[in-house]
T-cell receptor, first 113, second 110 residues
C-alpha cells in the first residue's frame, strides 16, 4: 500500500479564498483523522470519521472549517474563507478499528497571506 | 482530557552518543505510539507500544502502562536521527483519537 496520501503538499492562498485539502486513507482502514500542527498548539485533532461518518468534530476551530468523507477512500477538509491564522501543516491519518496503529500522510503545508 | 508530557524538550548530542526520551501520561491508555518528525516534516512511525518492550535496530522502547510512562532509547545516535520525537496516546474508553505530547527536539552533531 502507498500509505496515506495527501494533496496538495503545499498550498499558498490569499486571505478570503477557499482552500480544499484532500486525503486518501490506507485501503481497508475504517478510521480517518484530520490533525493540524502549529508552533503554538502542537499537533491537535480537528475531526475524525468512522466508516465515513463524522464521530468527533469538537476540534474544528470554527464554522469556516468543514470536512467530508463521501466514500471510504477519500476525504476533504475545506476552509472557507481562509485567514492568515489558518496557516499550519494539516495531517491526515488512518487506522483500522480505531484502536490499532495510526499512520500519517506527509501533510499539507498551508500558507494564507 | 488526558495529559501527555515529554522530556526533555530539547536534547543535543554528539554523534555516537546514547539517549533516553521520556513520555508521561495522566490516565490509562490502550495505545501509545512514538513518531519521528524528520526535517521535512514527515511523521514516521517508530513504535506502536501500548505495553512492554520493542526493539528496532538502534531504537528501542518500553511502556509501563501501570505506571503511566514510556521511554524511547536511541543508541549510537547518527545525524539522521535529528528531528522531533513525539509520543502519542489513546486513552482507554470510547475515544479513538491520539493525543500528542509537545515533543523532544533532538539535534545530533557530527
Amino acid at each position: 500500500d502507498a500509505g496515506v496520501i495527501q494533496s496538495p503538499r503545499h498550498e499558498v492562498t490569499e486571505m478570503g479564498q477557499e482552500v480544499t485539502l484532500r486525503c486518501k486513507p490506507i485501503s481497508g482502514h475504517d478510521y480517518l483523522f484530520w490533525y493540524r500542527q502549529t508552533m503554538m498548539r502542537g499537533l491537535e485533532l480537528l475531526i475524525y470519521f468512522n466508516n465515513n461518518v463524522p464521530i468527533d468534530d469538537s476540534g474544528m476551530p470554527e464554522d469556516r472549517f468543514s470536512a467530508k468523507m463521501p466514500n471510504a477512500s477519500f476525504s476533504t477538509l475545506k476552509i472557507q474563507p481562509s485567514e492568515p491564522r489558518d496557516s499550519a501543516v494539516y495531517f491526515c491519518a488512518s487506522s483500522w478499528r480505531g484502536n490499532t496503529e495510526a499512520f500519517f500522510g506527509q501533510g499539507t503545508r498551508l500558507t494564507v497571506v | 482530557g488526558i495529559q501527555v508530557e515529554q522530556s526533555p524538550p530539547d536534547l543535543i548530542l554528539q554523534e555516537g552518543a546514547n539517549s533516553t526520551l521520556r513520555c508521561n501520561f495522566s490516565d490509562s491508555v490502550n495505545n501509545l505510539q512514538w513518531f519521528h518528525q524528520n526535517p521535512w516534516g514527515q511523521l514516521i512511525n517508530l513504535f506502536y507500544i501500548p505495553s512492554g518492550t520493542k526493539q528496532n535496530g538502534r531504537l528501542s522502547a518500553t511502556t509501563v502502562a501501570t505506571e503511566r510512562y514510556s521511554l524511547l532509547y536511541i543508541s549510537s545516535s547518527q545525524t539522521t536521527d535529528s528531528g522531533v520525537y513525539f509520543c502519542a496516546v489513546r486513552p482507554s474508553g470510547s475515544a479513538r483519537q491520539l493525543t500528542f505530547g509537545s515533543g523532544t527536539q533532538l539535534t545530533v552533531l557530527p
